[in-house]
């Protein structure tokens, strides 16, 4: 079999790594570009190369730099000696290899807490996906990188959608921090954009309690005309629990839904709301009957657990 393979193919050559590696010097890009490439399928094994391809973060071709990046940032841990170099590389004269900074780095999560400030400084970098992409960065570091909190609230007001959808993802995941955004973040509830309004209601359902001024702007969304809308924000007022009590008349509408999915978490939602979910009771009574068998489930946990307040 296999040399029918080599005859019409040609013989198979596996470059080892130490060849991956002097490959990396070639004077012919593409041959460097080549070698990056064949680094990057073989990550794993491929840790001997790490100091050349920092090297090649600084190569005369712009595609071996950004190349190179991403490789890196796919290796992850292994990599963490390429930080340093991979922040300088976000000031790159070439959108594409600053782009490819910013990916490696998002790939690299709690280890690019490093090159928060000048993930901060691309939030206003003229393109749109490095812009994006710099705040996924920033949300994967989470609270460490509170000091970019005040750029990504301006970037709630960007001209593109998914800019700010990934602002309000990224704040909803910076804890007590980020209680200085919510209220602007309440607008984007009614952003154009579907996926802006599901990610900033998951944002709020993120940050719990601390949200809870976000509830009467959210319970208009349990009546969005996207069903995975509705699902998130009855899910949001769950995670808000006691806090998002104010929504309960609305929960109880939302028991009659014809969705069995929309019925199954909204009676889970009035679990976490304690006594005053004693309210949805003769509703939950009728469910008893529910044609769902899950629904009935949750309806009969839910109204064991309110006994308690009898």
Not at 5 to 25: A, T
Not at 182 to 207: E, W, Y
Request: net charge negative.
């Amino acid at each position: 079999m296999t040399d029918m393979f080599d005859d019409f193919f040609g013989p198979v050559v596996v470059i080892s790594i130490p060849q991956l590696i002097l490959q990396l010097q070639d004077p012919d890009p593409h041959a460097r570009i080549e070698a990056v490439t064949i680094l990057g399928w073989r990550k794993e094994s491929a840790h001997a190369a790490i100091p050349q391809l920092i090297l090649c973060l600084r190569d005369s071709d712009s595609s071996v730099r950004r190349d190179a990046a991403r490789v890196l940032g796919k290796m992850g841990e292994s990599a963490q000696s390429a930080v340093s170099s991979l922040v300088l590389l976000l000031e790159d004269s070439e959108p594409e290899v600053r782009r490819g900074a910013v990916y490696a780095l998002a790939d690299m999560r709690e280890l690019a807490k490093a090159a928060v400030p000048q993930l901060t400084l691309l939030l206003r970098d003229s393109d749109r996906n490095i812009r994006g992409t710099a705040i996924q960065t920033l949300e994967n570091v989470g609270t460490a990188a509170q000091s970019a909190i005040p750029q990504l609230i301006l970037c709630l007001e960007d001209s593109d959608a998914d800019v700010r959808r990934r602002a309000a993802s990224a704040l909803g995941n910076m804890g007590e921090f980020a209680q200085i955004a919510i209220q602007r973040m309440i607008p984007l509830l009614k952003d154009l954009d579907p996926n802006v309004r599901q990610s900033t209601v998951t944002a709020f359902g993120n940050l719990g309690s601390l949200a809870k001024e976000s509830v009467p702007n959210i319970i208009p969304l349990l009546d969005d005309s996207a069903l995975f809308i509705q699902s998130q924000a009855i899910y949001a007022l769950r995670l808000m629990g006691e806090s998002a009590r104010s929504a309960i008349p609305q929960l109880i509408f939302l028991l009659e839904h014809s969705d069995s999915h929309i019925r199954s978490e909204t009676v889970l939602a009035l679990g976490d709301m304690g006594e005053s979910a004693c309210a949805a009771m003769p509703q939950l009574i009728l469910m008893l009957s529910d044609s769902d068998r899950l629904v009935r489930q949750h309806v009969v946990t839910l109204l064991v657990n309110l006994r308690q307040y009898e």
